[in-house]
């Protein structure tokens, strides 16, 4: 397995793609701007609403005109008789995903996610080494490691697919959106769909019965609110990772260059309602663009860093995303991966093993 390359200018194929997905999908009217806890718009260069602080959350955008199958997210999965599930998750097509509001590219929370209130875990570095940048899928064999992905058809050479046949009930694309990753988390599915590896848009979830219980489109937090002169083909961002615990669906988002290039608005964790598609809160920008984050009890682990910015280990709590800890690495981490207690952290030259205490 081996880590998507950083950002590149979009090809062709991928730029066509993007604008019959427009043409096809209900284009969303432009995004609307961030508001204050009263909901008035912000002004330009005023700040979010502070992770301490309970705000109003941003509610999905309302459906397109004639486009009846955009409702809540648990209404979108439509009959929930038993047996029906797996039928209905042959295709997406016929579904319209819930549109999520415009995140505020910001530290905010609206309202907590539920989670208990235990103790942070604390790491304790154990082992350090450096690798041969090339030997990625050495390191996930020598120490009895994966990912919970699987195989998708659309993966090419490089990108980190799974290992694991994808099951035939799962969509392969969704109108001319390939499926470019699956993540099995044994209770539930999370699919995600977009022109590429690099380009996630759609994320859908199944449970366990095969039957979609949320189908959202994440446009609105693909491309930062503020962009440095000459860098908008670079800085369209897409959904790395995700997992739903108690109702609530986990996910980052970011892009992939320098934090500069969008002026530092870049690589967030979000916790979402499930049922209703409303933000529950944003993390602080610069914590998660590592391929993956593990949710751990009450708290999230995930990793940033990029070629000469800092690398950082981040600790957060479950309900706030507020930073708990974090620890210095060498380089950018790529993956990261809980077994028996200890932490595998996979960085660009440099092997990690953390207790978790």
């Known amino acids: 397995m081996l880590a998507a390359p950083p950002a590149a200018q979009p090809c062709r194929r991928a730029r066509l793609l993007a604008a019959l997905l427009a043409v096809c999908a209900c284009q969303p009217d432009a995004a609307p701007p961030a508001h204050t806890s009263q909901g008035a718009p912000l002004p330009p260069g005023a700040a979010t609403p502070s992770a301490h602080v309970a705000a109003p959350a941003p509610r999905p955008a309302p459906a397109a005109a004639g486009d009846s199958a955009a409702q809540p997210a648990q209404q979108a999965a439509g009959d929930r008789a038993p047996g029906a599930g797996a039928a209905r998750a042959s295709s997406l097509d016929g579904r319209a995903p819930v549109k999520l509001a415009p995140p505020p590219f910001g530290q905010a929370l609206f309202r907590p996610a539920p989670a208990g209130s235990t103790a942070a875990p604390r790491l304790?570095?154990?082992?350090?080494?450096?690798?041969?940048?090339?030997?990625?899928?050495?390191?996930?064999?020598?120490?009895?490691?994966?990912?919970?992905?699987?195989?998708?058809?659309?993966?090419?050479?490089?990108?980190?697919?799974?290992?694991?046949?994808?099951?035939?009930?799962?969509?392969?694309?969704?109108?001319?959106?390939?499926?470019?990753?699956?993540?099995?988390?044994?209770?539930?599915?999370?699919l995600f769909y977009g022109p590429s590896f690099a380009a996630e848009r759609f994320v859908a979830i199944l449970d366990a019965a095969h039957r979609v219980v949320a189908f959202f489109d994440f446009k609105s937090f693909l491309m930062p609110p503020e962009i440095a002169p000459n860098e908008a083909e670079f800085v369209q961002g897409h959904v790395g990772w995700a997992v739903v615990k108690d109702g609530v669906l986990y996910v980052s988002s970011g892009h992939r260059t320098y934090a500069a290039s969008s002026k530092g608005k870049n690589a967030y964790l979000s916790a979402i309602d499930l049922a209703s598609g409303q933000l529950l809160w944003q993390s602080a920008p610069l914590v998660c663009n590592a391929e993956n984050f593990v949710l751990r009890g009450d708290h999230l682990l995930c990793g940033y860093g990029f070629t000469a910015e800092p690398d950082f280990l981040y600790v957060l709590e479950r309900a706030t995303g507020k930073v708990v800890s974090k620890l210095s690495l060498k380089s950018g981490p790529a993956f990261l991966v809980e077994k028996d207690g200890k932490l595998f952290v996979r960085t660009y030259d440099t092997d990690y093993v953390f207790e978790i205490r």
């Open 124 to 190: 304790v570095k154990i082992a350090e080494q450096k690798n041969k940048i090339t030997d990625e899928a050495a390191w996930f064999t020598e120490n009895g490691l994966s990912l919970p992905t699987l195989q998708v058809p659309s993966a090419a050479a490089g990108e980190a697919s799974g290992s694991r046949p994808l099951p035939s009930f799962v969509p392969e694309s969704y109108r001319d959106q390939p499926l470019v990753k699956a993540i099995d988390h044994g209770d539930h599915l999370a």
